[in-house]
C-alpha cells in the first residue's frame, strides 16, 4: 500500500512553544491530507481537511489560528500547533488520498505513523 | 455517512478465525464498507474495503450480508500481532474524511 510519514514520531516542548508537526506521502501524490488528534482511551476525531493549494478546511471546535496547516505541495502537508499548552498533549496523525488516477482508486486513505505531542 | 455499529470488544485464541461484526442498517447504495484497524500507539492501517460483494486479501476476509446492512470481517488466522482496536467505516469513495467510531477492541491471546 501507499506510504505517508509523518515526522517527528515524539515531541516534547515546553507550554508557550509551538510545534511543527510534517506529513509526507512518499510515493503518490496527494491532492487531500486530514489531520486527526486522538487523546488516550479516545478515537480519532478529525480536526482538519487540507487541499494542495488552498486553505485548510477546520472542523468545528478546531481553532484555526491555533492548529495552522499548510499543504504546499502534493506530498507535504504540516501542521503547526502555536502556543501549545499541556491540553494540547495528543496524539496527532495524518492521512492522504490520492487522485482519482492515483493509488487510491475507490478512495481508501492511507495513515502516518503519528505524532505524539507532550506539552510540559 | 450512514453509522455502525461493532462489538466493544472481543476475545479470540490464538491461530483461530477472529469474526468480527458490523451493522450498518442505514448505508446507502453508493457508500462502501472500509475496515481498518489501529495497533496501540500506531496510525490506522487500511484492511479491506468493499461494496456488495465479498472480498478477501492477504490480510483478511470482508462478508457483506445480501441486504448490505451488516458485515464482518474475518481474520482467519488471528495472530497476537493480530491485537488492535478494529473499525468499520461506511463512506461513499472519494468521501471526504473517515469518521471513526469506537471500534472494537480485538485481543488475541495464546
Known amino acids: 500500500g501507499a506510504v505517508v510519514s509523518q515526522h517527528p514520531s515524539r515531541v516534547i516542548c515546553k507550554s508557550g512553544t509551538s510545534v511543527k508537526i510534517e506529513c509526507r506521502s512518499l510515493d503518490f501524490q496527494a491532492t487531500t491530507m486530514f489531520w486527526y488528534r486522538q487523546f488516550p482511551k479516545q478515537s480519532l476525531m478529525l480536526m482538519a481537511t487540507?487541499?494542495?493549494?488552498?486553505?485548510?478546511?477546520?472542523e468545528q471546535g478546531v481553532e484555526k489560528d491555533k492548529f495552522l496547516i499548510n499543504h504546499a505541495s502534493l506530498t507535504l502537508s504540516t501542521l503547526t500547533v502555536t502556543s501549545a499548552h499541556p491540553e494540547d498533549s495528543s496524539f496527532y496523525i495524518c492521512?492522504?488520498?490520492?487522485?482519482?488516477?492515483?493509488?487510491?482508486?475507490?478512495?481508501?486513505?492511507?495513515f502516518g505513523e503519528g505524532s505524539r505531542l507532550t506539552v510540559l | 455517512d450512514a453509522k455502525t455499529t461493532q462489538p466493544t470488544s472481543m476475545d479470540c485464541a490464538e491461530g483461530r478465525a477472529a469474526n468480527l461484526p458490523c451493522n450498518h442498517s442505514?448505508?446507502?447504495?453508493?457508500?462502501?464498507v472500509y475496515w481498518y484497524r489501529q495497533i496501540h500507539s500506531q496510525g490506522p492501517q487500511y484492511i479491506i474495503h468493499?461494496?456488495?460483494n465479498n472480498e478477501t486479501n492477504e490480510m483478511a476476509s470482508l462478508i457483506i450480508t445480501e441486504d448490505r446492512k451488516s458485515s464482518t470481517l474475518i481474520l482467519p488466522h488471528a495472530t497476537l500481532r493480530d491485537t488492535a482496536v478494529y473499525y468499520c467505516i461506511v463512506r461513499v469513495a472519494y468521501g471526504y474524511a473517515l469518521n471513526f467510531g469506537k471500534g472494537t477492541s480485538l485481543l488475541v491471546t495464546p
Open positions: 442505514t448505508i446507502s447504495g453508493n457508500e462502501y
Open positions: 492521512s492522504a488520498r490520492g487522485g482519482t488516477s492515483g493509488l487510491s482508486n475507490t478512495g481508501e486513505l492511507f
Open positions: 487540507s487541499n494542495e493549494g488552498s486553505k485548510a478546511t477546520y
Open positions: 468493499g461494496l456488495k
